[in-house]
């Protein structure tokens, strides 16, 4: 049996379900049109208007009637009277009866009567009378109204990604706000009393706090409203202080640290007094010791994972980005893997699913090859920072030769 009781650990699929069934489906908000890019719509916006809403021209030329087009061509063009000129902006100009012509211009109301725009292009462009070479089926160069959309239909729906595309249409149906699916507000804590903050020279046996900055940035990546609390320091009280007053702000807290399957540090002593949290072993490397569970009344999720900065962003991205993707509601919880040709061979230790630091690029042949990045080590960050991929090594694989095909997790940011 190896650290943490190898032959007996949780598989990842099991644990992954776990971890998900904990976490909560923030009601949806209410948000000003700009504040809802990038999030999901969570109503039926239904169209009181027609888009567009009234017959527009599509083109600039002459608004005519069809019928007198007829027979129309470059040797015996039909020639008509010109009426009058109106422009974008200007009211409807009325009228045109038979045999009659109105200088438009693209998006000009159209009058009443005309049924067809003859472009420019088409004509000899006069101005007290136009000649026009061409015939034109009724409705050519026109858009009609509620072409696009009319009243009663659904501009935008549940679930619907709202981008550039979907904040032009709601404020084309006049909506100057929507009820949309909010970004999931996730706390990061790093524990340790060996740990300094940023721009701290650390003294012997002192590390740098990585994790909280790396993992605020990969929750932000996943979409989430990050709040990096920095370090819990080593006193029961004020880690307690600290975990109660997180949780009335987040729907997720996230805690990496050296934590212990065998007894209790400071952390998982102040865990206990305000919720309920167990650790176990998952057959997942690097990161085999895990945590989750619930804190105060409200039953806020936490996930403790480990506090090595590369087993903390593989823990992260295999069990936490999920998690925040299903709070947000997206349907697409996790990337897109490629298959891709192993080029170098690899270890992977017995009884664990391996997630390996990759680089994978295309093969000019076809496919995709990758090469492992590094050792193996948790601890490896720079070698993390200088791959673009996971290379999963499955659970009951301990070799990987040269030309085998592996399972390979393009690390894409915002993906």
Same mark, same amino acid.
């Given at each position: ?108 109301? #159209? ?8 472009? /420019? ?29 009319? @009243? ?51 003294? /012997? ?80 490397? @690097? ?61 992977? @230790? ?13 093969? @000019? ?18 070698? #993390? ?31």
């Amino acid at each position: 049996m190896t650290e943490h009781g190898a032959s007996s650990a949780r598989t990842v699929e099991s644990y992954l379900d776990a971890v998900l069934a904990l976490m909560p489906h923030p009601d949806p908000i209410e948000v000003a049109l700009l504040d809802a890019q990038g999030l999901l719509c969570a109503e039926e916006v239904i169209s009181d208007i027609s888009l567009p809403s009234n017959d527009h021209a599509a083109a600039d030329g002459y608004a005519v009637r069809g019928a007198d087009l007829r027979g129309a061509t470059d040797e015996e063009p039909a020639v008509l009277p010109v009426v009058g000129e109106a422009g974008l902006g200007d009211h409807a100009p009325g009228s045109i009866g038979s045999g009659m012509a109105l200088r438009v211009t693209t998006g000009t109301l #159209m009058p009443a009567g005309a049924d067809v725009v003859i472009p /420019l292009s088409w004509t000899d462009r006069g101005v007290a009378r136009v000649a026009v070479r061409r015939e034109l089926p009724q409705g050519t160069y026109v858009r009609n109204k509620g072409e696009d959309v009319e @009243p009663g239909d659904v501009a935008v729906s549940v679930g619907t990604p709202i981008g550039p595309a979907q904040v032009g249409l709601l404020a084309a149906v006049g909506r100057e706000r929507v009820l949309v699916s909010p970004r999931p507000r996730v706390v990061i804590i790093s524990a340790g009393h060996n740990l300094v903050d940023v721009g701290t020279t650390p003294g /012997l046996g002192q590390s740098v706090d990585v994790n909280s900055y790396a993992l605020a940035a990969a929750a932000r990546d996943a979409d989430a409203e990050v709040y990096r609390a920095g370090i819990g320091r080593d006193d029961k009280r004020r880690l307690v202080e600290l975990l109660e007053s997180q949780v009335i702000r987040s729907d997720l807290i996230v805690i990496s640290g050296r934590f212990s399957s065998d007894s209790f540090d400071l952390m998982q002593e102040a865990l206990s007094e305000v919720g309920e949290v167990s650790f176990e072993a998952v057959a997942i490397h @690097p990161g085999a010791l895990q945590g989750s569970g619930t804190l105060g009344a409200a039953q806020t999720p936490v996930l403790c994972i480990p506090g090595d900065p590369v087993s903390a962003l593989v823990s992260f991205e295999v069990f936490i980005r999920p998690a925040i993707r299903l709070m947000a509601g997206k349907r697409q919880l996790f990337r897109r893997a490629v298959q891709a040709f192993c080029q170098v061979e690899m270890d992977s @230790p017995a009884g664990r699913r391996q997630y390996r630091r990759g680089q994978v690029k295309r093969h @000019p042949d076809g496919g995709y090859v990758v090469s492992p990045v590094g050792g193996p080590g948790a601890h490896l960050l720079a070698n #993390m920072a200088q791959s673009n991929s996971l290379i999963v090594v499955d659970q009951g694989v301990t070799k990987v030769p040269v030309g085998d095909m592996v399972t390979v997790i393009p690390m894409l940011l915002g993906s």
